[in-house]
């Protein structure tokens, strides 16, 4: 991924300062005509916003990415990046802004539906924090808008993006997906 975009960006830099009459003209006249008549139209918006925001890369077939049981096609998928939402949460003040709230220094669970299990179920100590979702219809609009089951869960990288989900959660599962998956020590083994 790191290489085709640093492939892809030395190109085009080298096309826009180029001193030649031709790119000077490619520049100026046909791909400025062009870029302008192609922004017109909102799925090409959404694909450039997507590449310059950096929101449409995934890793859906990388080796940090699993998934339990229980996700339809349409969902958020490991290695995709979490969508951004406004929910409540269970013992929360009011919707809240979950990049806001989600800490990216740490592993979040993200629990739909379900009794979220308490952290020290785990064993991460503050390497983990668990959301719970809080039942609503206001909640439930917004996760059908993500189009994010209920139940489900959602473990996220500290980078935001999805490392494990599934249906049902299954601690487990979990703690095996952060032993042998991303060697990560309970604190007891520590």
Not at 19 to 35: E, F, Q, Y
Not at 120 to 133: I, N, Q, T
Request: positive net charge.
């Amino acid at each position: 991924m790191a290489r085709r975009l640093l492939n892809t960006t030395d190109r085009a830099f080298m096309l826009v300062v180029s001193d030649s009459w031709w790119a000077g003209l490619l520049r100026t006249k046909i791909l400025a005509r062009v870029a302008a008549f192609a922004m017109r139209r909102p799925r090409i918006q959404r694909f450039a916003f997507r590449i310059v925001s950096q929101t449409g890369i995934h890793y859906r077939a990388g080796a940090l990415s699993k998934a339990l049981t229980g996700m339809p096609a349409e969902a958020p998928q490991p290695g995709d990046r979490f969508p951004w939402l406004t929910l409540a949460f269970a013992g929360g003040a009011g919707v809240e802004d979950s990049f806001e709230r989600f800490d990216d220094t740490v592993f979040n669970l993200v629990v739909v539906g379900q009794d979220a299990p308490p952290a020290e179920a785990f064993d991460l100590g503050d390497r983990l924090r668990v959301h719970a979702v809080a039942a609503g219809t206001a909640n439930a609009a917004e996760l059908a808008r993500a189009s994010i089951p209920s139940p489900s869960f959602y473990l996220l990288r500290p980078d935001g993006h999805v490392g494990l989900c599934g249906g049902r959660i299954d601690v487990a599962a979990i703690n095996r997906y952060l032993a042998e998956t991303l060697r990560i020590k309970s604190l007891a083994a520590a």
